[in-house]
Every structure is written in structure tokens, then in C-alpha cells.
């Protein structure tokens, strides 16, 4: 079946860059997804790249595709302490009646 | 314009007691999800509907039932809680399904005893 992997945790400083790595199985995925959850809350749609894209840069996030090794990749530029939450890797499942979500990435970030 | 709106935000409950998760949204979507999340296991869904009257299982359906008599409602019920059921529950809704953005309620908080 379908298996999203992502790194647990993420610590980085202020003013630097984060990058939060991701894994997919379902080669089949039209869109790949970045979610970020703030403690006590629900998730909001970050960004999103389609699968026949190799790179989406949206203000300070650049999203990676690597298809071929089913790579997704997220980068914050210039890490604010308001970027400390849990980020999600998405991918819809093959019929598109669900999100499968990898385990989050909880990233911290120090001043 | 609310979103979608879940209540209620915390519960406690005994095993056994049944409950119902509330889920409303005021976007006219289509298609709306329920899904659990636990730690260290990520987001898991539970059922979804893509539309008035249409429901389907997702991959923990065991244990909770729904229904959507209305585009708006979506309730989750939980027939006989069990401590496994401790869990963080959210709620989303698309336009349509496979869409996006999906938009999602701030969770309820699920305690069983």
C-alpha cells in the first residue's frame, strides 16, 4: 500500500534554513502535499507541487521533487521562530479519496 | 464564513459510553473526511463521504460509524468507546474529492477511561 516517511524532528536556528525531507511510495500520486500544524490546531495547506514539476518556490518555501527516487523536499528560508510546528508529507491514494500523511516532522527553532 | 467547526474540543469518557464528534462546514464542499491522528503515527483516516447520502470506509473505520443526511454535517459516532479510541480527531472538507485545498476543523481531543 501507500507509505509516506519523513524524519521526526528538525532544530535549527533562527535566520537559517530548514529543510525537511520526505519518502512516497505510490508512484501513481498526482499531487504531493506540505502541511504544517501549530500546537493546539489543525492542519493548513502550506504548499503543494504536481507530479510532472521538479520544483515550486512560493516566497520563502521551495518545494523539491525528485520522481524518480520518490523524493519530496521542503525548504524554509530564513527559519522564524513562527515556523516552529509540525510539518506533514502528503500524498493523495490512488483512487484520490484520501491523504496519506507521513508521521510529521516537528521542527524547533531556536533564537 | 466559519470553515469547518467541530465540536466539541475536549471530551473525557468512560469505556463503553457512546458519543458523537460533531463536524459542520459552510463551504457548500462536496466531500468531507474524519481522520485520527495519534503519536508518532501520523494522520490515519477513519471514513469519508463525497457527497449528501454517500459514505465510504477509509483505513481505521473499526469501532466509529457515519452518516450525511446534509452537505454540511458530517457526524462521527463512536458505538462503544474503548481506550484505543484515545486520539486527537479532525475533521476536513474539499470541494469535491481529490481536490484541494482541503480545509480542517482545530480537532477534538478524545479521552477514554
Known amino acids: 500500500g501507500e507509505d509516506v516517511e519523513q524524519s521526526l524532528f528538525l532544530s535549527v536556528r533562527e535566520g537559517d534554513s530548514s529543510v525537511i525531507n520526505c519518502t512516497y511510495t505510490d508512484s501513481s500520486s498526482t499531487y504531493l502535499y506540505w502541511y504544517k500544524q501549530e500546537p493546539g490546531a489543525g492542519l493548513q495547506l502550506l504548499t503543494y507541487i504536481f507530479s510532472n514539476m521538479d520544483m515550486k518556490q512560493d516566497q520563502r518555501l521551495t518545494v523539491l521533487l525528485n520522481k524518480k527516487d520518490k523524493h519530496l523536499s521542503l525548504r524554509i528560508a530564513d527559519t522564524q521562530t513562527g515556523d516552529s510546528a509540525i510539518y506533514f508529507c502528503a500524498e493523495s491514494n490512488q483512487a484520490g479519496t484520501a491523504l496519506i500523511f507521513g508521521k510529521g516532522t516537528t521542527l524547533s527553532v531556536s533564537s | 464564513n466559519a470553515g469547518v467547526t467541530q465540536t466539541p474540543k475536549f471530551q473525557v469518557l468512560k469505556t463503553g459510553q457512546s458519543m458523537t464528534l460533531q463536524c459542520a462546514q459552510d463551504?457548500?464542499?462536496?466531500?468531507m473526511s474524519w481522520y485520527r491522528q495519534d503519536p508518532g503515527m501520523g494522520l490515519r483516516l477513519i471514513h469519508y463521504?463525497?457527497?449528501?447520502?454517500?459514505?465510504d470506509q477509509g483505513e481505521v473505520p473499526n469501532g466509529y460509524n457515519v452518516s450525511r443526511s446534509t452537505t454540511e454535517d458530517f457526524p462521527l459516532r463512536l458505538l462503544s468507546a474503548a481506550p484505543s479510541q484515545t486520539s486527537v480527531y479532525f475533521c476536513a472538507s474539499s470541494y469535491s474529492q481529490g481536490s484541494q485545498p482541503q480545509h480542517f476543523g482545530d480537532g477534538t481531543r478524545l479521552s477514554i477511561l
Open positions: 463551504m457548500n464542499h462536496e466531500y
Open positions: 463521504s463525497v457527497g449528501a447520502g454517500i459514505t
